[in-house]
T-cell receptor, first 114, second 112 residues
């Protein structure tokens, strides 16, 4: 199993500002995933973060808006840049998941942009 | 179009009663199906994971079923408790793919 510490748990931000979300895992993992969960909707994969290489972004998400860092095998950050009210959502980091391995999630960051 | 559809979107049940949640998927080739429980303000926590050859799996009062032929799964909650109030998410993974397909979840509210 993996224990993921994600922070902040929630924040209220002014539009035009940026917020960096941190995710710390208690074990070394190759891949870390960042998701967005909008109210009443499925989790949507933003990007996959691999240590030592640039993150891989899904369609509809770009690095300038959601820059990601992965400095080592236990840590990653996601920044939500130049925020607008449409960015209000829950952001989750996750590890594991492929095939028969388990997927573990952080507690989530509830972001409100005003 | 989402490859994982859940129903109902939400339901309210009385404490002590049973309920069943449904999940239909079109993900292929299928690897496994998982049910997660997500409490408000928390990340999803795994309840069960089933592969192609498994058709039922239990975790306490939670019992999941899988029919890989019809691509349907259900999650049955027995003798519901107030702490069962949460969103239940069905997640399907493909063979040889690290990406997961998520349902939108069913919000369960248990009332005393």
């Amino acid at each position: 199993s993996a224990v993921i510490s994600q922070k902040p748990s929630r924040d209220i931000c002014q539009r035009g500002t940026s917020l960096t979300i941190q995710c710390q895992v208690d074990s070394q993992v190759t891949m870390m995933f960042w998701y967005r969960q909008q109210p009443g909707q499925s989790l949507t994969l933003i990007a996959t973060a691999n240590q030592g290489s640039e993150a891989t972004y899904e369609s509809g998400f770009v690095i300038d808006k959601f820059p990601i860092s992965r400095p080592n095998l236990t840590f990653s950050t996601l920044t939500v840049s130049n925020m607008s009210p449409e960015d209000s959502s829950i952001y989750l980091c996750s590890v594991g998941g492929p095939e028969r391995t388990e997927a573990f999630f952080g507690q989530g960051t509830r972001l409100t942009v005003v | 179009k989402n490859q994982v559809e859940q129903s109902p979107q939400s339901l309210i049940i009385l404490e002590g009663k049973n309920c069943t949640l449904q999940c239909n998927y079109t993900v292929s080739p299928f690897s496994n199906l998982r049910w997660y429980k997500q409490d408000t303000g928390r990340g999803p926590v795994s309840l069960t994971i089933m592969t192609f050859s498994e058709n039922t799996k239990s975790n306490g009062r939670y019992t999941a079923t899988l029919d890989a032929d019809t691509k349907q799964s259900s999650l049955h909650i027995t003798a519901s408790q107030l702490s069962d109030s949460a969103s239940y998410i069905c997640v399907v993974s493909q063979t040889n793919d690290y990406k997961l397909s998520f349902g939108a979840g069913t919000t369960v509210t248990v009332r005393a």
